[in-house]
């Protein structure tokens, strides 16, 4: 979240922000909760200074042998005061932090602001798309054809938008993990971790999901007396990694934190259905590789830069051609300061498709979730800069796959980097 002495000090700044993301926040009603907060603290702590005063005089008025009944009844009227006060204030902060976990992040100077998605910014380009001299099959006809992935009985077992993956579909998905979490660990430094794959409601709004977002979440099961027995399933690695340091203060020698790690992710995305639900385009369940990084605020933006090089060179390696571009104001995530989305050329479709946000969250997600950093021995704790990138998502690089790599008799080609994966095998049918 913002800090609230951040938007208290500018908050002509943080309207102007809220204007440029097209997002609704009661930022009025913020400011007087806070302005009462604090004229009921400074009263709270004027009261409790008088009381131990006064609880001074009484104790000298006793040794004394003098009557002190009067003032301490006048003390027991004003204990009773400062706990009416304290309590006002303790519900207080609680609307105080229900409107701040709903104020996104302020964007970072360079993004741009937009009212679409066509107010994204190209920033390059990779790869040319290869010319074709027979008719193109869209990816779903392909995967039927060669009975690698069965839409059907995927919907069947859990409903529309699910779909299963079969034979060589399954070990393609598979060697498609492997070659990824193998690439990041070996040549950038990454630490593999395997993660639950639910999170419970605090973990959850740490990284930003909640309360937003909780319509677009699976929520198991909980035990309804207490609401912070709740479980989700996990949207992406993202959320339980991040809060792998929730509550905890880093060394500064430890910083930068490079971890990745493959979950599948799990999401409703209630609302955002009604186009593209073909084929393997936009489904609830599917597998990712994320890269996730804990840095400190100097370094934030050149690891940035460098996570973004890092999810490129799987589209590199796999020979598929794709373009960034930089997110708008309109089009930034909730959490994110900044964004990159990596867009693979589907070439039957003749579009490019998101494989990859890569952003950087600067502070925001660390105040959520209390991850702090000293930067050195007896240094007041910061918060840490938190990033976090896909690695790739598998569905929509499924499907660069199949149709770049589609051949005129309906068999696919395996690029040279997934055979040793595949066991060998250099096409599929």
């Known amino acids: 979240m913002i800090d609230l002495k951040f938007i208290r000090e500018n908050t002509e700044d943080v309207r102007q922000m809220l204007a440029d993301r097209h997002t609704d926040a009661d930022l009025d009603q913020l400011i007087a909760l806070d302005t009462r907060w604090r004229e009921n603290l400074t009263h709270t702590q004027s009261l409790k200074a008088h009381q131990n005063q006064v609880s001074q ?10 009557d002190a009944s009067e003032t301490i009844a006048e003390m027991r009227e004003l204990s009773q005061k400062i706990k009416e006060l304290t309590a006002e204030n303790n519900d207080t902060k609680v609307e105080i932090d229900a409107i701040l976990l709903t104020i996104p992040n302020m964007p970072e100077a360079s993004t741009p602001v937009g009212t679409s998605e066509d107010d994204n910014i190209e920033i390059k380009t990779w790869g040319e798309s290869a010319s074709f001299d027979f008719q193109l099959k869209p990816h779903w006809e392909i995967a039927e054809q060669l009975n690698i992935v069965d839409f059907q009985r995927g919907a069947k077992v859990a409903g529309s938008n699910f779909v299963l993956f079969k034979g060589l579909g399954a070990r393609l998905e598979r060697a498609l993990i492997q070659f990824m979490l193998d690439l990041h660990t070996t040549q950038h430094g990454y630490t593999e971790v395997s993660p639950p794959f639910l999170a419970n409601r605090p973990t959850m709004t740490g990284t930003g999901q909640l309360p937003k977002f909780e319509a677009d979440m699976y929520r198991c099961d909980r035990d309804e ?5 709740d479980l989700f399933l996990i949207p992406t690695a993202e959320v339980p990694v991040t809060n792998l340091f929730a509550d905890e203060i880093l060394a500064a020698e430890d910083l930068p934190i ?4 493959y979950t599948p992710c799990f999401r409703r995305e209630a609302g955002a259905y ?6 393997l385009q936009r489904i609830h369940q599917f597998d990712k590789v994320e890269m996730v990084k804990f840095t400190t605020p100097e370094t934030s933006y050149a690891e940035h830069e460098s996570l973004l090089a890092n999810a490129e060179s799987v589209l590199q390696a796999l020979g598929l051609p794709y373009r960034v571009v930089q997110h708008c104001t309109v089009e930034l995530g909730f959490s994110a300061a900044k964004c990159y989305d990596i867009e693979v050329w589907a070439p039957a479709r003749q579009r490019f498709l998101e494989v990859s946000s890569c952003s950087n969250f600067e502070a925001f997600q660390a105040r959520r979730a209390n991850i702090r950093y000293r930067p050195e021995a007896g240094a007041k704790p910061e918060f840490v800069h938190t990033l976090n990138a896909s690695g790739t998502a598998l569905p929509r690089v499924v499907i660069a796959l199949l149709e770049t790599y589609q051949n005129p008799d309906g068999t696919v080609r395996i690029p040279a980097v997934l055979q040793p994966y ?5 096409q599929i049918g």
């Open 57 to 66: 005089q009484i104790a000298e008025r006793k040794k004394s042998k003098l």
């Open 225 to 229: 007396d207490n609401p912070d027995s």
């Open 258 to 261: 490079y971890y990745t790690a």
């Open 274 to 279: 009604g186009k593209d639900t073909r084929g």
């Open 422 to 426: 595949m066991g060998g095998l250099t």
